[in-house]
Structures are given as C-alpha cells and as structure tokens.
C-alpha cells in the first residue's frame, strides 16, 4: 500500500542491524571494508551499489535523502554539508563556460555573491529578473545560452512569490532546467515538481533542523540531472556529515507538525501586526494584502514561517527595534524552535550595494521575523513592545 510522504518522512530507514534497533543507527565512519579483492574491484567500477568511502556516500545520509527525496516527489538527491553547498552544486555540477544563467534578482546574499562574483569566473554569464515578471518578460530575458532558471519562492528576505507553474511553461518551451530554491516553504508547504521544477534546493540548516543546530543542504529532482551534480560533489567535497544527516533525519519526523505551529504563529503574528502605527508596509503570503497573494494560494499549503515589515522611520527605528527585543533572538538563522528577529540590510544582505538592495524591496528599515514555537501571544508581546518603544 502507498504511504503518504509525510509517513515515509518518519519510516524510511536504514536496514536493521543485527542487534534490532528500533531508530536508526549512526554511521559515523570515513570509510567501508568489503569481503575480498573482486568485491572491492565491483565497488570501485560502480559494478554495484556498495558504500565506498562517506565522501561519495553513508548510509545515514542516505537515509536523509531518501526522507528528502520522498517529501519533494523527486527521483534523486544529493545531500551537501550546508545550503551554499547545495546551490553551488546545483549550478557547477551543470553549467558550463558559455551558459547562461537566469535567475530571480531577490536571492540570498551568498547566493548573489556566488551568482555575480564566481561564476563569472568560469565563464558562465548571469542575468536577474524581477520576481512579479510577466511571461513576456522571462521570455525576452531568457537567451540562446540559457541552460538554467533560478528561482526562491518565497525569496529571502521579502517573501515575494513566484509563479512556478508560469515559469517552469518556459523552461519546459525552450528546454532550460527549472531550479527552485524551497527553503523558507519547505516540503510541506510547498512541492516545486508539483509544479514543473527540475531540481529543488534546500538549506535543511533552517526549517528542517528546526532547532538551530546543524548545518546541511541537499539537491532533490530529475535523476539525470542530479547523477551530474553527485559526480561533482564526488570529486569537490561538499559532503553532509553523517552526524548531522543522522540529525536531520530525525527532524524530519516531526516537520509536519512544526511547520504547521509556524505557519498558524506567523499568520496570527502578521494579522495582529498589518495595521501597526509604527508599521509602514507588512508582508506575509498569506495575508491578502500580499501583492503575490493569489499566486501563493495556488501554490503553498501554508504561508510559512516569515514574517517582514517596513519601519516607517527607517534605518535608526529598525536598530532600535531589534535593541529593545527581550525575547526574541538576535541571530544570523531562521527556522528555529525560538523567534528570531534580523534586519537583512545590515546582515544577510549588506554585500549588495544600496542599488541592489532597493532593487529587491530591501529597505534600511526592513525587519525579518522567523516566527517560533513559542505561544502566539509571547511572541506578539515582545514585538509590540518592542515597537511601541522604538
């Protein structure tokens, strides 16, 4: 009988040892033996599926990858050491000098580094379009070079979202593979493949932790593409521990209903707070007012765990802000158990030039919320007072 990925999220392990553990074992070992030479020759020609050493693969990542690989509807994965690695990969392990690259110009601030700084390098050209594209306009800013599309939905810091069955039309018309960064959706909020994306890109360090304290990343999608973007970690580096695979997976067993708690604070966060006096804009996905609103029903189960807003007196109010904070963290994360408060301006993103953030609505008083576990009205108090003082 079929079970729902949820299920398999909390089922699918590594094969029982002889001493009958009901949780899976951890794997904490540099490398494998094997039986004899012609064994060891097999393994090393791919003549089977024996581990080899944990660079290339462990059974406890494994595991976590199939969890992954099982929430998404993907074929394959890869799991990496940390989410840069991840998107890294997703861009090395397939593009090539003379490719070009098109992505959305509201990115994580490494990703932009990585992106306008080192691809370049090896010759792969770049292109950004703005989030509420229309189809013309991807259209006309794809070119005969194209090999790939990249997206967030929603984008890190300022929730904009993004079409994905709009965009994956045009992948698909004019060949191009369709990359969707779903760390701040999640899984569970949202399943970019659904929706025509060829690989999907996690940080698992933020929501899929959820307790701040691993890093990961993983690659899910097409088998093809994803056999490529191995070969490159292979031989590159970018390796998940299988401390924190082990870690990981164990966190995916109860990302159903985490996730569900942050979505339902974050909701009632952004409700409570749209008509602040102190407030000059407010965006949650699923609040109407969001410019995307529509889209976002369409695609996401839940609005996530986000919450930004505008300060009406911009850069001072906001350090203001996050000083007079008594509960909330002040921490460079996301997707924790604990509300974290942040201004992207002067963290995540303060490498982009003031151009770069005004083009991507991050203003000197932009305030990003990762809405916690903790009760709806502790973490509704901190903020308020927090405002009113500021």
């Known amino acids: ?4 990925p949820i299920t398999k999220a909390i089922r699918i392990r590594t094969d029982q040892t002889n001493e009958m553990e ?41 595991e976590f990858t199939d969890r992954m690989v099982a929430l998404e509807g993907a074929e394959a994965g890869f799991a990496t050491s940390s989410g840069m690695s991840a998107v890294f990969a997703s861009f090395m392990g397939l593009l090539k000098t003379g490719d070009h690259l098109l992505s959305c110009n509201a990115v994580f601030g490494s990703t932009h580094t990585v992106i306008s700084k080192y691809l370049p390098k090896y010759g792969i050209e770049y292109s950004y379009i703005n989030a509420d594209a229309s189809a013309e306009e991807w259209k006309a800013a794809t070119r005969p070079n194209t090999k790939m599309i990249y997206i967030e939905t929603p984008t890190n810091p300022g929730l904009d979202i993004i079409d994905l069955e709009l965009v994956s039309a045009i992948a698909r018309e004019k060949n191009i593979i369709f990359n969707v960064d779903n760390c701040f959706a999640t899984p569970l909020g949202q399943r970019p493949i659904d929706f025509g994306a060829d690989l999907v890109v996690h940080s698992a360090t933020k929501w899929i932790d959820g307790q701040g304290r691993v890093l990961g990343g993983i690659v899910v999608g097409k088998k093809e593409l994803v056999k490529d973007i191995h070969a490159f970690c292979r031989s590159t580096g970018p390796s998940m521990s299988p401390f924190n695979a082990w870690v990981l997976s164990r966190s995916l067993e109860t990302l159903d209903v985490r996730m569900e708690r942050h979505a339902k604070n974050a909701l009632y966060i952004a409700n409570a707070l749209e008509n602040h006096a102190k407030i000059a804009s407010l965006k949650y996905p699923f609040v109407p007012s969001h410019p995307q609103y529509n889209i976002a029903l369409k695609q996401m189960k839940n609005g996530g765990g986000i919450v930004c807003f505008e300060l009406k007196e911009g850069l001072q109010a906001g350090r203001n802000f996050l000083n007079n904070l008594k509960m909330l963290t002040l921490t460079a994360n996301l997707g924790d158990t604990r509300s974290i408060a942040s201004h992207p301006a002067s963290t995540t993103h303060a490498k982009l030039t003031e151009e770069e953030r005004l083009a991507v609505n991050i203003t000197p008083g932009l305030i990003r919320i990762s809405v916690g576990l903790e009760h709806q009205d502790d973490i509704l108090n901190d903020i308020v007072q927090a405002l009113d003082n500021c």
């Not at 794997?27 to 080899?52: G, Q």
């Open 1 to 4: 009988m079929e079970q729902h």
């Open 22 to 62: 009901h949780s899976s074992p951890l794997f904490l070992t540099s490398s494998f033996c094997y039986d004899d030479a012609e064994e060891m020759r097999a393994t090393f020609a791919d003549e089977n599926d024996n581990n080899i050493y944990s660079r290339f693969s462990n059974p406890t990542v494994q």
